[in-house]
């Protein structure tokens, strides 16, 4: 299985992952030049990494990851949507669509459709390994059931 991934993200790194995980460098770099920023740079970070190894690992609400929700981030979620969301999760989608038209890289588009959802609002969210984040999944069907 390990094999199957080091090989999905080879392929994915080739053909997309190095301009997503470019563009999402770039916009976490330039956040990073103000203090308000920073928040935003280390998420565009973090989906950077994400955006250029995607396989055998997943993105999770941060408050499943056991982490705190930023105090603010629906605030810099809407600004860094208005500066860099939208032309990213653009060029994401239409990655995915030209992936999409072809029958062997349809998982690739998908995957830019995923990565898309995760540019427009960045803050918020962790990668996870697939096996973490089916324990929260298995977590959360747990906590729904007792609910009922």
Known sequence: MKLIKLIGNVVWFVLAGWSLGLGFL???LVCCLTIIGIPLGVASFRLAWFAIFPFGRELVPAEFAGQKKI???SLFNGLWFLIFGWWLAFYSILIGIVYCLTIVFFPF??????LAGAAIFPLGK?????????RIRETIRTQVAAAK
């Not at 588009?109 to 995923?114: A, E, L, S, T």
């Not at 962790?126 to 089916?134: F, G, N, P, T, Y």
């Open 109 to 114: 588009g998908i995957g830019c459709f995923k």
């Open 26 to 28: 770039c916009a976490g």
């Open 126 to 134: 962790r990668v996870v390994s697939a096996d973490e984040a089916k």
């Open 71 to 73: 105090i603010g981030s």
